[in-house]
Nanobody
Framework: QVQLVESGGGLVQAGDSLSLSCAAS????????MGWFRQAPGKEREFVAA????????QYTDSVKGRFTISRDNAKNTVTLQMNRLKPEDAAVYYC??????????????????WGQGTQVTVSA
């Protein structure tokens, strides 16, 4: 089992940058594919970005491609979402998630096993 704690959310203006961090407990962090999701008020939670266990493969939802970058540091048990050129429509609660992966590595936009509590990102126009 892994516990996830997000940090780095806040209030920014459109066009600004923000970096979200997710710290994972346990000694087996590299066994998990990681992802970031977000949920805006009145909307369903949606996939944002994912990274494979070794960090060699990434995937993004179309709306953030070229603006967001996901990365991980398996030595520090952390995954980061760097968000640049933020837009008001990026405002949401952002969640870090971990997916147990056995065998073949990859990136995933669903089927995650563990979730953090979320961190609020607010973007003013």
């Amino acid at each position: 089992q892994v516990q996830l704690v997000e940090s780095g959310g806040g209030l920014v203006q459109a066009g600004d940058s923000l970096s979200l961090s997710c710290a994972a407990s346990g000694r087996t962090f590299s066994r998990y594919a990681m992802g970031w999701f977000r949920q805006a008020p009145g909307k369903e939670r949606e996939f944002v970005a994912a990274i494979s266990r070794a960090g060699l493969t990434t995937q993004y939802t179309d709306s953030v491609k070229g603006r967001f970058t996901i990365s991980r540091d398996n030595a520090k048990n952390t995954v980061t979402l760097q968000m640049n050129r933020l837009k008001p429509e990026d405002a949401a609660v952002y969640y870090c998630a971990a997916k147990t992966v056995i065998g073949v590595s990859g990136v995933f936009n669903s089927g995650y096993d563990y979730w953090g509590q979320g961190t609020q990102v607010t973007v003013s126009a």
